[in-house]
C-alpha cells in the first residue's frame, strides 16, 4: 500500500487535529508560501533586479510545505508566476503586496507546521513499521508451510535455509502478538525438523563414499551378474 505524507495527514487523530499546534488537513492545503516564494523569484527576476525579495524564511517556509504535502516545488507553479510578472510590471506591486502578507505570517506558521511535519513524520513511521510486521508475519507463514510439507513427504531439510529461517521466525513472530498461532505452530515444527535433519545426517553417512567403497566387492558384485565370466572375473577370455 503506497501513501503518501498527505494521505498520512488525513490518517492523523481528531486528537491531533485538533491541537493547537497541529495543522488541519484544509489548513494544509490552504498554505500560501509556495505560491509567496514563486512571486518573491519573479519579483527579484523582473520587477526589482537589486533587490533580494525571496528571503530565507520564505524559503524555508515553501520547503515545509512542500515536505508538508509531499511534493517538491514544481518549475511549473514557478514559470506561471514569473512569466505573469514579466509581461505585466504593474503586477509587481501587487505580488509585492502578497508576498509582504505571506512573509508576516511566518513566524506564527512556521512552528505549526514544523509540528505537524514531526507528527505525520511519527504517523508514516508507525505505518511503515506495521507494513513491515505484516510482511514478516507473510515471510514466516511461507517458511512454517514449506517445513509442513517436507515433513509430511519426509523429505530432508538439510541445506534449504529453514534449519537457520525457521529459528529466526520464531525469534521475530515472538514479538508479535497478532501471530501468536503461527508462532505455535512454528515451536512444534521445529523440533520435528532437527530430529528429520538429525535421521538424514545419519542415513547420509551410512552410505559409503565412492572413493571409501571396496573395489574388490564391486567387481565381484558385477561379476556374479554376468552370464559370461570374462578375465577380470577369474576365468581367461574365451
Known sequence: MKATLLTAAIA???TEAQAEDILTRDEIAKLPFMTALAYAEAI?????????????DLAAAAITQADLQDKSRSGVEQTREASRLKADKSACEPAKAFVDRVTATILEMQPKMDATLIALKKERAQRDAAQARVARVAQCGHVVAVVKIFLAARW???NGGYE???PRCIADLAAMPEAGAL???AKTLLPQMTERNRVQLGKDRAVPEQSEADPKAIIADWCAKQTEKTALCGEGAK
Open 12 to 14: 492523523l487523530t481528531i
Open 44 to 56: 527579484d527576476a523582473y520587477c526589482l533586479r537589486d533587490w533580494h525579495y525571496a528571503s530565507t
Open 156 to 158: 530432508s531439510l538439510a
Open 164 to 166: 537457520e529461517e525457521l
Open 183 to 185: 508462532l505455535a505452530e
